[in-house]
């Protein structure tokens, strides 16, 4: 890699990046597991529509109850607010990034086993890199063309993770940096470094879920 010009992009967000395939059993478990919490959470947020709508329809209506309604609402809506703190979503979050070092791959996922997971990966280490395009009807932003899910299959020398596979959308213009930019980027320097690169398209439409439960599990 003594060609390519030393670059940092901004992380990209992936929905998904599995190192091994027992951390993917885990995490399938963990997500299992953590279900309820979402659904309590999902519940909350309905639940602070209805105060909203309870004490709106009180003072519009003008009735008896208006009053305690007016004074009793914004506690609820409160203690409710409350409860979203304290029940919070899967907080799922997958960072991809090319630094001067390599590709950085990190799992800051909380509820899931090995959150805090950071795998730097020098392109040197890097033996195949295989990726598969999914053309799918996602669309992402208001008037913006159908967005597509990608794969990254990352074949390494590292004894711990010999393949590492990522999946996320296929952003052309997001507020990040995306995925697309730093396989493009990828693609460059490791063809300056000689390393096989190779591109293929996946089933249509494919959601991520769908993708992952593809993959071979652990034996």
Not at 132 to 156: D, I, K, N, Q, W
Not at 160 to 185: A, C, F, N, T
């Amino acid at each position: 890699m003594s060609g390519a010009p030393a670059r940092k992009l901004k992380p990209a967000r992936a929905e998904w990046i599995r190192f091994a395939p027992a951390d993917e059993a885990a995490a399938d478990a963990a997500l299992l597991e953590n279900a309820r919490p979402v659904l309590w959470r999902s519940l909350l947020l309905g639940g602070c529509a209805l105060i909203l709508g309870f004490v709106g329809q009180a003072v519009w209506r003008d009735v008896a109850y208006a009053g305690d309604a007016v004074l009793l609402g914004p506690m609820a809506l409160a203690a409710w607010i409350t409860g979203l703190f304290l029940l919070p979503g899967r907080a799922l979050l997958f960072h991809v990034e090319l630094n001067d070092a390599g590709l950085q791959l990190r799992r800051q996922a909380r509820r899931l086993p090995g959150w805090d997971r950071t795998v730097q990966l020098d392109l040197a280490q890097l033996q195949r890199l295989d990726i598969v395009s999914h053309a799918g009807a996602f669309t992402v932003y208001r008037g913006s063309p159908p967005m597509a899910r990608m794969e990254l299959l990352l074949h390494t020398s590292l004894p711990d993770y010999p393949l590492i596979r990522v999946v996320g959308m296929d952003l052309p213009v997001p507020q990040r940096w995306s995925l697309r930019q730093i396989k493009d980027e990828l693609i460059r320097r490791c063809k300056l470094a000689g390393i096989a690169v190779s591109a293929t398209a996946g089933r249509h439409s494919q959601p991520s879920d769908a993708i992952r439960a593809s993959w071979p599990r652990a034996q």
